[in-house]
């Protein structure tokens, strides 16, 4: 049942994709909107971004076996994010970029892209199938 949901889910943003994609003439266009997203969206998105399902199946049972260490270790995480927003105020000059390899291949050059990209893939099918996982382990009795 999940790879059937899985499937329908892939097709069905295909066919969405596709069909948007029309109005669409850039890369950039497509990517980033020309940055016309609503605050809602970004949030939305950034929210859905950093908190899958995955990570609810693996903070819920943590947090049953280690309590509460494991939520000062969660506050504790945040920290980075407050360091990175400290650091985003010197983000102008990368604003053109699309992708953090993008970033890191103007600076660095066309190998260390390659790498970044590399990298980038390989997390997003971590990512990917810590969702598959968690659908799996999902009741699916409707």
């Known amino acids: ?19 948007f994609s029309r109005k669409k003439t850039t ?3 497509y ?7 609503s605050t809602a969206t970004l949030v939305a998105t950034v929210l859905a971004t950093l908190y899958g399902g995955s990570g609810l199946i ?3 049972e943590t947090t049953y076996k280690l309590g509460l260490w494991w939520i000062v270790l969660s506050l504790l995480d945040t920290l980075g994010l407050w360091i990175i927003s400290k650091l985003s105020l010197r983000m102008g000059p990368f ?3 699309l ?8 600076i660095y050059g066309k ?4 790498m970044a990209a ?14 598959i996982n968690a659908m799996s382990q999902a009741n699916f009795n409707l």
């Open 111 to 114: 190998y260390p892209r390659v």
């Open 99 to 106: 992708s953090m390899s993008d970033t890191i291949g103007n």
């Open 58 to 60: 693996r903070d819920v």
């Open 27 to 29: 890369l950039r266009e």
């Open 31 to 37: 990517t980033v909107g020309n940055k016309q997203f």
């Open 95 to 97: 604003m053109h970029d």
């Open 118 to 131: 590399i990298v980038g893939i390989s997390s997003c099918i971590i990512i990917i199938t810590g969702q």
């Open 1 to 19: 049942m999940p790879i059937v949901v899985v499937g329908c889910f892939l097709l069905l943003t295909l066919v969405v994709g596709i069909y």
